[in-house]
């Protein structure tokens, strides 16, 4: 009788499961959806290798993966021989103050950029709750993170003060960084080249690591020197994490100089001797032999104090205009250089017929000797003027291809929010992307298009905590790149800058279509994304 029951039980069990089976299987067969891409070549960001599948996405998430003959959906997009990846997730930019001029932020999304995280080079809002809620309020067209930078906390609290802080201010400055933490910044962010930040020593920065890796942030660096010192500042920076306990990224790595060409290999077995003692230390790149800063970077820090009315006092007295003269002929002999050409203004504001020309071009436009101590004055005078944004022809090829292929360097652009014709800005606001995919996967082999794909989503979703993005997975956010791998490629150059990246057929941004047909849609779907620590 029992064994007759546990049979009539089985039996009955088995019925009930094939009924569920059925339902599930018609309740699949039957979802509607609002966008299906159909034959996709999927990179999904693991690293794993290619495979073709379609993807349903659903109310902005992921929802199906696979064969979805069956499946309806409001839009279908065949993807057909191209390529489908999350979108690519750009750790290093600088787009405050210039929201407002393009909230479309074309050029990122042009690149197949979905995600943002700014506040770097310790350059931020220091009321990220605020500007948080501004982000909200204007709608961009990418998702944005940011970190608080230790440049903007310390002015809040000492200006310019070229000195140590009190223990007092040191506390006041460990609040505003805890309490931007508590607001939702994904980490603290320095600046060494700048004012004030030039001014700090590695155990105010340790103070404030480490009240950022409390609260799960990253500890992210534009280090002390990336020339001359460039291996003291790697050691300054490992220091800081070190004693914070907080985990690492190296802003922009890279070496400058030609006397320094060659450092690479010595820079990046620092990075992985220290991984290898146990610190969660890794690295950025953007593809270019040019840098971009403000020309003032080229000064000592203690004629760059107190403010710009203060450094052009400084540089008209003739004692210090004789000695910065000096000054900057020997950092061009350092560099085994005759001439100030490596040098373009990307952005003079009192004189845009500078922008694009050499410190070389402008000395002879002015009319005066083709020398060099004539060069150094004209980079005082421009100094004095506006202190122009320029360009940095400093970086050895061999050493961008040496650092690309260290498997944990992320793809970063170092750029911001452009606005199409203003200034010779560097290439990199527009092609970051697009040239890696291009020039570096495809041309050079370097690397392959899967591990390429990983360090601009995975990687830098993994590093900062950036849930449910950076993989093509169900249930993560639908932000997506469409595009041909045998074509993609970036057309922005130094000399014609303004130019978007072309083989991205389509750019999906929290399951809207943000760009399709080679220009935006105008809609502007991005939203704030939060640290870990951020309090509700």
């Not at 990220?128 to 608080?148: C, E, G, H, P, Q």
């Not at 006041?172 to 910044?185: H, L, N, P, R, W």
């Not at 003291?232 to 320094?260: C, M």
Request: aromatic share 8%; proline share 3%; charged share 20%.
């Amino acid at each position: 009788m029992i064994t007759l029951l546990y049979r009539y039980f089985l039996l009955y069990r088995r019925i009930i499961t094939t009924i569920i089976c059925i339902c599930s299987v018609y309740i699949v067969s039957g979802q509607h959806c609002n966008l299906i891409i159909k034959n996709g070549r999927i990179v999904d960001g693991s690293g794993k290798a290619i495979y073709q599948a379609d993807i349903a996405i659903k109310d902005g998430k992921i929802f199906r993966i696979g064969k979805l003959d069956t499946f309806k959906a409001d839009s279908i997009i065949d993807a057909k021989g191209q390529i489908v990846s999350p979108g690519f997730i750009d750790i290093h930019t600088h787009i405050e103050e210039d929201e407002l001029k393009n909230p479309l932020a074309t050029n990122f999304i042009a690149d197949g950029v979905t995600t943002v995280i700014t506040g770097n080079c310790g350059e931020s809002n220091t009321n990220l709750k605020k500007y948080f809620t501004f982000l909200d309020s204007l709608k961009l067209s990418i998702n944005v993170a940011s970190l608080v930078g230790h440049n903007d906390v310390r002015k809040a609290i000492m200006g310019k003060a070229m000195r140590n802080p009190s223990a007092r201010e040191l506390k006041q400055m460990d609040s505003i960084v805890e309490q931007a933490m508590k607001d939702g910044a994904v980490g603290f962010s320095t600046g060494l080249i700048y004012i004030p930040g030039v001014y700090s020593r590695k155990e105010e920065l340790a103070s404030l690591a480490t009240v950022a890796g409390k609260y799960g942030g990253v500890y992210c660096t534009h280090m002390r020197n990336e020339g001359d010192s460039v291996l003291y500042a790697i050691r300054e920076a490992l220091y800081v994490a070190k004693t914070a306990k907080i985990p690492l990224q190296i802003s922009h790595f890279k070496v400058g100089g030609q006397n320094n060409w060659g450092l690479s290999t010595k820079m990046l077995q620092m990075v992985k001797d220290a991984r290898a003692s146990g610190m969660d230390v890794t690295i950025d790149q953007y593809p270019y032999t040019a840098s971009s800063t403000a020309l003032s970077t080229m000064l000592p820090e203690w004629v760059l104090a107190d403010g710009a009315d203060s450094v052009k006092a400084r540089l008209e007295r003739p004692k210090i205009k004789k000695k910065m003269i000096a000054y900057l002929v020997q950092r061009l002999k350092n560099k085994r250089m005759i001439h100030y050409h490596f040098i373009v203004v990307a952005n003079n504001t009192k004189d845009s017929s500078y922008n694009g020309k050499s410190i070389e071009d402008i000395n002879l436009q002015l009319k005066k000797p083709h020398t060099a101590s004539s060069e150094a004055a004209t980079i005082l005078y421009l100094i004095k003027e506006a202190s122009p944004s320029c360009l940095f022809h400093t970086i050895s090829e061999k050493d961008v291809c040496t650092i690309m292929q260290y498997p944990l360097n992320m793809v970063a652009s170092d750029g911001t929010i452009r606005i199409k014709g203003v200034g010779v800005p560097h290439p990199r606001s527009y092609g970051t992307n697009a040239r890696v995919l291009g020039r570096y996967v495809r041309e050079k082999h370097l690397i392959t298009l899967e591990d390429a794909i990983k360090r601009m989503t995975f990687l830098p979703a993994q590093k900062f905590h950036l849930q449910n993005r950076g993989l093509l997975q169900e249930g993560y956010a639908a932000d997506m790149v469409i595009f041909d791998e045998k074509t993609i490629i970036d057309q922005s150059t130094f000399i014609s800058p303004h130019q978007y990246s072309t083989g991205i057929s389509c750019v999906i941004v929290n399951g809207k279509i943000d760009w399709q047909n080679n220009e935006p849609t105008g809609i502007r779907n991005g939203v704030v994304l939060y640290g870990v620590g951020k309090e509700n």
